[in-house]
C-alpha cells in the first residue's frame, strides 16, 4: 500500500476531483474512536461525495431513486490520508479527527481513477 496525504490547501481540489472520479462506487465507511473500537456506519453505499465545509468534512453516500442518502460529518479534521494499492488503486481514504476518532472509506473495489474518470481519454 501507498500513503499520500492530502494537505488543508489541496483538500477543497482534491475532494472535488475524488469525488467526481469516484461518484457511485461502493464504499463502506468505519469508525473508530480511542477506548470505543470500531463500527461500520455505512455498509456497501453508492459515494455521492467529499466535501469540507468549514470545520467539519463531510462524505455523502445514498443510492439515490427515492432511497436514502447517508451523511457522516467528521467534526475538526486533521489528517487527511489517501491509501493506495501497490498499482496505484484508490484503496481507502482516512479522515483522522482532532479528538483521536479515525473515519476510514473504504471502497469495496479499488480502481485506477483514470479507469473510472470519464474526462481522461
Known amino acids: 500500500m501507498r500513503t499520500c496525504m492530502v494537505s488543508p490547501k489541496e483538500r477543497q ?7 467526481r472520479i469516484h461518484d457511485g462506487a461502493l464504499v463502506t465507511v468505519t469508525v473508530a474512536a480511542p477506548g470505543a473500537g470500531s463500527h461500520d456506519e455505512i455498509v ?11 470545520d467539519e468534512i463531510v462524505v455523502n453516500t445514498g443510492n439515490g431513486g427515492g432511497r436514502p442518502r447517508f451523511a457522516r460529518h467528521v467534526r475538526n479534521a486533521g489528517t487527511v490520508l489517501l491509501q493506495q494499492t501497490d498499482e496505484g488503486a484508490d484503496a481507502e481514504l482516512d479522515i483522522a ?24 481519454e
Open 44 to 54: 456497501n453505499q453508492s459515494l455521492r461525495g467529499i466535501s469540507e465545509e468549514r
Open 97 to 120: 479527527s482532532d479528538d483521536g476518532s479515525l473515519t476510514i472509506v473504504r471502497f469495496r473495489s479499488p480502481a485506477l481513477p483514470e479507469l473510472l474518470d470519464p474526462g481522461v
Open 13 to 19: 481540489s482534491f475532494f472535488r476531483d475524488f469525488s
